[in-house]
């Protein structure tokens, strides 16, 4: 794979996006048992075929026509035959599409384990960590690289059998870790079903050649000294920190979410961490409540343009204000701080007197205002258009997690109707994917003519697994903003 000199660098969550690693659904997905959904973090089981031809393939071909049009363009119908069997899509095959700027994280471990040394020790961790007894370690050894990737992956071998549960939640590869600058920090997952992914990860980050020359740059946050001696009650001292709570929102200011995944211990490491690196001037620490609902930051809220956001109405300042009219309830109901966010912003130069916010919409309103110099009116798109119960149930479909490709272009489900009329009530288009492919494909529009539009993707099966294309994705370049 050819290496650019500016490999990584992520200094905004708006500009263009020009590299990021994905994973599409592998066969594991089609392995999720209902009695351990959940377990796996995923709402229910989803249908294979349609998870990937009907939905993430058309994320495959975005993605292509905006970061390497060159893969895509003219080529739709012929990738798409049904007698081609979507090997375009499939990493390990001889036509897989291969790019280098929309990067399979399946294809990079297949890379690494050609090296044997590196081969034993990942067989030897994954085994370590899946409990296999040492004859299946010695059978696994003796794997092909794409075999075995594949293994790793999905934890099942060609002829079928389960070797070892599957990893679902490895779509999401914006919470394996994020790039900051030039570093990259490593995730801590919280969810024992994510322990694997974030094995497989470091492996390709410390081994793999198009990392080489950022090595030196990726942080891992350490563990709370002595932290196994620690009683139960004292997990929140553990250092759990998974990409959805790490936003980077300008090249001065990173905003870290303690959450139902990020702790406060880790949030604590990493502003240490970012500080003593010269990595970022700024850590904004965003707290939101431990629910399953919100379970990162970027649940809550994304960036559209550099003076829009889409987030949920219920931290906004209205619906605090709302909550505190009525003084007896409020009285009555014991101070209600459970639902509401709270912003402390760390300002390296002046480490002892940070800055608060009580709401959402201040907190961006000064990001849009200040780190970008932005002098337009800062607009907010609320989820659901901001109607009950449109708002909740649309939050919980990833509503608020859109991803942008370039300012004012974002990628968002297809299923969240009141948001799309939200959007259009802020001025943006709102186009489908299946007919914006034509449309590229025949000329009419391309990538560049697009502007202020939210792109919808089919979504029925991919919202089971509880994330968007926010957390589909982990740029690692985006034009300087
Ligand atoms: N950045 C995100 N919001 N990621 C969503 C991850 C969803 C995944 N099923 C989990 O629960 O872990």
Redesign the pocket.
Known sequence: MPKDIAFANVTSEIGTLKRLLVHSPDSGLGKVVPSKAQDW??EDIVHLETIRRGEYDYYTKILLYFLDPQKVKGRIAEIDDPQNTRNFYKPGHPDFHRSDKVIELQWLLEEILYDRDIRLKLVASVCAIEGCSHAKQMELQEYSPTDLAKIFISGTANDQTMLFPPIP?FI?T??IGITINNHILLNKPA?KA?TREALLVRYIFFHHPLFADLRDNIIELPDTHQHFLLPKEGDDKKVTLE??DVMVVSKDHVLIGVSERTSLEAAHQAVHALFEKNVVKKVSIVKIPKKRDY??I??VFTQVKRNVWVMLGSFSKKAIKKEDADIVQRILEGKKTDNKIQVIQFRKKDLDNPVYFDNLEDLLTDISRNDLDCDEKVRFIYSGNNEFPFDAREQWTDSC?VLALKEGVVLGYDRNDKTSIAFQKAGFSVLHVKELLEDFENGTKSPESLENCIILMPSAELSR???GF??MSMPLLREAY
């Open positions: 973090l995923f939640n999401f914006r919470d969810k994510r990409g959805g379970m990162h970027d649940t997690n697994a509880r994330g926010h957390c």
